[in-house]
């Protein structure tokens, strides 16, 4: 198998049972790590001026935004009409790094339960199969979505997943914010960490999309149960 740079990028689509025997002979975690940063930081920066304001809306219904003076909203609101490249390229590098720390967070319990299974792969490997699975969840998720996202002028209400059913409840609505976690992409990505932990670990298909699929859900439940905290 050719297995470059550039080449990966594209069988992570296409075979990702061999893009992921490729992880566990050379994870390449920093050509993973920036593809997500400049993928995700692209989609980021160009789509400040419509988050911004969508963000700022959504705090003054959370416990934050209503213990914040109305002028603080305001002027945080204000900074949005106006986006400057400098602040685009920060914005865009702020969301690439974020959305990378998630994902090495998510690795780092996916290391953890897959060793308490008995997983035979490397932290280094595991790692790997996470952020390149994430190449695909975060990376081209991101694309894919941009255009949806400037035709509705909305990024928290594009989601290709079943909260679309429910999005006329609102973006705070615990429905929603449940559906939301089963968006294709994210969907995607649990498949591919599927295999990449068949190849990685040595487990048989229906361990690895036991342990995979269980982390995922109690990893998704966690974070769903802390954002609640603050609304």
Known sequence: MNDSVLTRFWTIIVT???AMEAVRENP??????????VMMGVFTGATLEISGPEQVDLMRDTRFGRM??????????????????KTRIISGIQGGFGGVAMAFIM?????????????QGTFKQVIGAVMWSNVVALGYGS????????????????????????????F?????????????????????????FEQVHGFARNKAATIVVATWLLVSLAMFGIGRLFI
């Open 16 to 18: 990702p049972s061999l």
């Open 172 to 196: 705070l609505d615990p429905v929603f914010g449940i559906l939301s976690f089963f968006d294709i992409f994210s969907i995607w990505a649990v498949v591919l960490l599927v295999i990449g």
């Open 68 to 85: 914040m003076e109305p002028e603080q909203i305001e002027e945080m609101y204000d900074q949005y009409l106006n986006v400057t490249m």
């Open 143 to 170: 694309l894919i979505k941009w255009p949806l996202v400037v035709a509705k002028q909305t990024v928290m209400g594009v989601t290709l997943g079943p909260a679309v059913l429910v999005s006329e409840r609102g």
């Open 107 to 119: 690795g780092l319990v996916y290391f953890l339960f897959g060793k308490l299974a008995g997983g």
């Open 28 to 37: 390449r975690i920093l050509v993973a790590v920036l593809g997500v940063i």
